[in-house]
C-alpha cells in the first residue's frame, strides 16, 4: 500500500526563521510529487509540483526538493512570515495518466509567531 | 490553470438523509476526481469520475453509498447517501494530473 508520512505533525516557530517540512513515500515509483498549502476553511493551493525526473523546484520563498531513491521530500521555507501559517500537504502521484488521484500525507500544522 | 467551484460551501445535515455536492469547472478537463478529508485527517480518494461511464470507486467506496455522476467534461455531482455523523467532513473534487482543487464542501452530520 502507497503510503505518505509527513513529520513533524504541527510546528511552531518564531517569524523570519528557516525552516524545513519534511515527507516521505513508501513506493518510489512516483510519478511527481506536490506541496500543497491549506488554509482553515478553505481548498487545496498548489504550492510546487516536482516532476520524478526533477531534483528540485523553487518559487520565491519556497523550495522543494525530491530524492525518489530514498523516498523522501523536503519543502523548505526562508524567512517565514506570520502570512504562511498553514496547513501544509505533501501528495504522490503514482501513475502518469493521473488515473489514480493524489496519495496524501496528513500535514504539517505551521504556526508562525509574529 | 482551471477554476473549479462547488455547491455548497457548507451544510448542516441529517443523519439519513443525503446531499448532492457540486463541482463545476470553468473549461473542459479529462479527469475529475472527489476526495474526502475527515477531520484531523489527510485527503482520501473517493472515487474518479469519468465521463461517458461509471466511476471508478478507491476500496473503501461505494457507489451505494457515494453516486457519482459526470454527464459532461466541466460538471461533476457527489451524493452522500443515508448520512450519518461518521460523514462528517470536508468533501473536496480536483481536475487532471496536475490536481487543481476547489474551495471543498464542508459537511457536518447531526
Known amino acids: 500500500k502507497q503510503e505518505v508520512t509527513q513529520i513533524p505533525a504541527a510546528l511552531s516557530v518564531p517569524e523570519g526563521e528557516n525552516l524545513v517540512l519534511n515527507c516521505s513515500f513508501t513506493?518510489?515509483?512516483?510519478?511527481?510529487l506536490q506541496w500543497f498549502r491549506q488554509d482553515p476553511g478553505k481548498g487545496l493551493t498548489s504550492l510546487l509540483l516536482i516532476q520524478s525526473s526533477q531534483r528540485e523546484q523553487t518559487s520565491g520563498r519556497l523550495n522543494a526538493s525530491l530524492d525518489k531513491s530514498s523516498g523522501r521530500s523536503t519543502l523548505y521555507i526562508a524567512a517565514s512570515q506570520p502570512g504562511d501559517s498553514a496547513t501544509y500537504l505533501c501528495a504522490a502521484l503514482y501513475s502518469g495518466g493521473g488515473a489514480d488521484g493524489l496519495t496524501f500525507g496528513k500535514g504539517t500544522h505551521l504556526i508562525i509567531q509574529p | 490553470s482551471a477554476v473549479i467551484s462547488q455547491k455548497p460551501s457548507r451544510d448542516i445535515c441529517q443523519r439519513g438523509t443525503s446531499l448532492t455536492i457540486q463541482c463545476q469547472v470553468d473549461?473542459?478537463?479529462?479527469?475529475m476526481f472527489w476526495y474526502r478529508q475527515q477531520p484531523g485527517q489527510s485527503l482520501t480518494l473517493i472515487a474518479t469520475a469519468n465521463q461517458g461511464s461509471e466511476a471508478t470507486y478507491e476500496s473503501g467506496f461505494v457507489i451505494d453509498k457515494f453516486p457519482i455522476s459526470r454527464p459532461n467534461l466541466t460538471f461533476s455531482t457527489l451524493t452522500v447517501s443515508n448520512m450519518s455523523p461518521e460523514d462528517s467532513s470536508i468533501y473536496l473534487c480536483?481536475?487532471?494530473?496536475?490536481?487543481?482543487f476547489g474551495p471543498g464542501t464542508r459537511l457536518l452530520v447531526l
Open positions: 473549461s473542459q478537463v479529462t479527469m
Open positions: 480536483s481536475v487532471d494530473e496536475t490536481q487543481y
Open positions: 513506493d518510489s515509483a512516483i510519478y511527481n
